[in-house]
């Protein structure tokens, strides 16, 4: 496949495509096999006409038609991809002659490309990075957090609060005659977890070993079988042990059990060192955010409004496909929430706007600073990706002989060193500072200011 992209106005480019002779065929080739299962003719099974009878009957205008209705898409991507053109929209598809199976096929698209941002003639990238410093008070919710997970259940002779485990048998009855599922002998729960029902929880607060109590209730709508939702039942409980959880002292014996530490004194370094090694990367991250928001802040761009719903489209697409893995259609769960589709695509606008803001603002800083990603890297990048999935050699040569692929890893690769690039340029500043700057920016008004009254302060 041959391109040539001419650049028009209006942030337009128009892709002059030479499909080869062998990709026509295959075209043709997929048509005539799909028409083939779709018709039916006197003297053959469904699918079995010979290709000649099939090409009598259709005309090679139709099966043009259908090749070029079936892959003029696949076509087109390919061409985008190797002419590295990113469309923002349905193209306007054009040719002089329809497709002609043994012969090359040419056909133009025209189509709007992403707008170039303006960066401004000195740029200046500056931004926060917190602290990471991790404080006395983590360490010890973390040492809490262990000596919970070490803590035993102990028996006591004390009235049930909310925390303590609790041994009961349990029996729950609608007129006398007992429910099938509500029957239990030496039942284990925690007090006040919500695991009983709320009445049956509320209830064993303040009870005691051989206590026994009888609480009654209005069975909840979802209770099967279906009868018994909304009846009136009596549930017997009957305290069998009330035990309290008792934790490790912390000291050296503690950190040498729990984390086989000889002292708590390096037990608390240890979490330190952790702590401290998170905290850096989540500070690195929240750098590098703030750098490339501070990027896309201070350039000059009108942004279409199709590529803003692009990736509204992308992030609803997203949820779908994570809801539809537990079962749910998005719409059903807007539903449940009480939400409408369009309420949610309001609330992603924003962010969807600054996200393609920074994208574009990206692409400015590529251009202005060469930043390119060479074959060479592309290939290296694909194989530590591919070790570290332990996939094949082959999929490294199936990205890197595919167009579409190879392109989109190398435009996510240009994208991270540009980021990268920028992020070693920028300088670090306080939040007084950060504030500072994105007032600078924001536009001033010349009316004078409004009291209460909305009359000028002035008068």
Request: hydrophobic fraction near 40%.
């Amino acid at each position: 496949m041959e391109t040539a992209v001419e650049t028009l106005e209006d942030n337009k480019v128009k892709i002059r495509v030479e499909v080869d002779a062998h990709d026509v065929d295959h075209a043709f080739e997929h048509a005539l096999n799909d028409l083939r299962k779709d018709m039916r003719l006197p003297g053959f099974r469904p699918g079995k006409a010979p290709i000649a009878v099939i090409r009598q009957r259709l005309g090679e205008e139709a099966i043009a038609e259908e090749a070029l209705r079936t892959h003029i898409d696949g076509w087109w991507r390919r061409a985008c991809a190797s002419a590295a053109v990113e469309g923002i929209d349905r193209p306007e598809i054009d040719f002089e002659t329809p497709p002609v199976q043994g012969a090359p096929f040419v056909f133009t698209g025209t189509v709007a490309v992403p707008p170039k941002a303006e960066l401004p003639a000195k740029l200046e990238l500056a931004a926060v990075r917190p602290t990471g410093d991790v404080s006395d008070e983590a360490i010890d919710e973390e040492l809490e957090r262990i000596r919970l997970a070490g803590a035993e259940f102990q028996p006591i002779d004390a009235a049930i609060e909310a925390g303590h485990q609790v041994l009961v048998d349990m029996s729950g009855a609608v007129d006398g005659h007992l429910i099938k599922d509500a029957q239990a002998t030496d039942l284990m729960v925690e007090a006040g977890s919500g695991r009983l029902l709320d009445e049956l929880d509320e209830a064993i607060i303040g009870m005691k070993t051989g206590e026994v109590k009888e609480v009654a209730m209005i069975l909840p709508a979802e209770q099967k079988p279906k009868k018994l939702a909304g009846a009136e039942a009596v549930f017997t409980v009957t305290v069998k042990e009330v035990r309290a959880r008792v934790l490790p002292d912390l000291d050296d014996e503690f950190a040498k059990n729990m984390a086989g530490f000889d002292t708590l004194a390096e037990l608390r370094d240890d979490i330190r060192t952790a702590r401290s090694e998170t905290a850096k990367n989540e500070a690195d991250g929240a750098f590098r955010r703030n750098v490339l928001q501070d990027l896309g802040a201070q350039v000059e761009v009108e942004i279409p409004p199709t590529m803003i719903a692009r990736r509204i489209d992308d992030r609803m697409q997203s949820m779908a496909r994570s809801l539809q893995q537990q079962g749910i259609s998005l719409e059903q769960y807007m539903q449940m929430i009480g939400r409408d589709m369009n309420s949610l695509y309001l609330e992603l606008m924003p962010e969807a706007g600054r996200e393609v803001r920074e994208e574009l603002a990206l692409d400015a800083y590529i251009e202005a600073n060469g930043i390119k990603v060479s074959d060479d890297a592309l290939r290296a990048f694909i194989a530590e990706q591919a070790a570290e999935e332990a996939e094949s050699d082959e999929v490294i040569e199936r990205i890197m002989g595919d167009a579409a692929m190879r392109e989109d890893v190398r435009r996510d690769l240009t994208l991270r060193d540009a980021l990268d690039h920028a992020v070693a340029a920028a300088k670090e500043i306080t939040p007084e500072e950060a504030e500072a700057r994105a007032n600078a920016r924001r536009p001033q008004t010349d009316e004078p200011a409004k009291d209460d009254d909305g009359e000028d302060a002035d008068s």
